[in-house]
């Protein structure tokens, strides 16, 4: 029979988000969100005692089971062996663009990577690699994107810090030549043209 230490490791790790205190207390009928802490704080302990590869954290209000940081350069190989079997260049360096200048438009992703990067954004966006957070104030009103925490997992961040750290800054071209839909006038995506800005070094 589970103890409620264990139920509350069960949840941590089934959850994709952190679960609150009085989430915890809800399902395990607790009715005391302090019961609730001090059952993830057994649990913490339990975990910082050993040589688990997984700790506890405090992150956004809720607790979240993710993995130790001495563990990431292992998890980094293993998110580029099995990204780069999936994802085309067009797709990398297109990514690279938006996890360093997020938010960032597609005319200012077209106007880096010279090409027209319409299928590509299509394509990480079915893989929720990225995400469309709004609209920029600009001509046409083009979506805005950036990262998710998907692309993290993928690539073993635990945030944006942890992205390697390159020489000089990402510019992004004046967009002297902006359709009246928002959209920078570049060719079509060629599929293997623009610079190597992979992430998978």
Do not use: C
């Amino acid at each position: 029979m589970p103890t409620p230490t264990d139920v509350v490791e069960a949840l941590l790790f089934a959850s994709d988000t952190p679960l609150e205190a009085a989430r915890i207390s809800e399902v395990l009928d607790l009715g005391d969100v302090r019961e609730a802490r001090r059952l993830v704080d057994e649990l913490r302990a339990r975990y910082e005692a050993s040589s688990h590869g997984l700790q506890i954290v405090e992150v956004g209000g809720g607790y979240r089971m993710i993995t130790r940081p001495e563990v990431a350069p292992w998890l980094v190989r293993l998110a580029r062996a099995r990204t780069r079997t999936r994802l085309s260049r067009p797709a990398l360096e297109t990514l690279a663009i938006i996890a360093y200048k997020q938010s960032v438009s597609r005319p200012e992703i077209d106007a880096v990577r010279g090409v027209n990067s319409e299928g590509v954004l299509d394509n990480l966006l079915e893989r929720r690699l990225v995400r469309i957070t709004g609209r920029k104030e600009a001509p046409g009103r083009p979506y805005l994107f950036e990262t998710t925490r998907e692309f993290l997992v993928a690539f073993g961040l635990r945030d944006l810090g942890d992205l390697p750290k390159v020489e000089g800054e990402l510019v992004i071209p004046e967009l002297a030549a902006v359709a009246d839909h928002g959209e920078a006038e570049t060719q079509q995506d060629p599929g293997a043209g623009g610079a190597d800005l992979s992430t998978g070094g």
